[in-house]
């Protein structure tokens, strides 16, 4: 089995009907980048944020750059 299959989840792409993986993804805010990994659309790539991490790890280091 592949190491992308093992990442697989039930989220689907509801453009392309793919299972969503998780893979590193480059972020970038403001000035400063980031790899995290992140469900992803392995045709189209689009991400997945999900509103518990949009609301919660994300927002904190968006302050904490902000405060810089």
């Known amino acids: 089995m592949s190491d992308q299959t093992d990442k697989?989840?039930?989220?689907?792409?509801?453009?392309c009907h793919q299972a969503l993986?998780?893979?590193k993804v480059k972020v970038r805010y403001l000035e400063g980048n980031f790899e995290v990994e992140l469900l992803k659309c392995p045709t189209c790539n689009?991400?997945?944020i999900s509103e518990e991490l949009a609301l919660?790890?994300?927002?904190?280091?968006?302050k904490s750059l902000e405060d810089k």
Do not use: R, S, Y
Request: glycine content about 4%; hydrophobic content about 50%.
């Open 8 to 15: 697989t989840t039930a989220w689907m792409c509801d453009k």
């Open 46 to 48: 689009m991400v997945l």
């Open 21 to 23: 993986v998780t893979q």
């Open 56 to 62: 919660g790890k994300i927002l904190e280091v968006e």
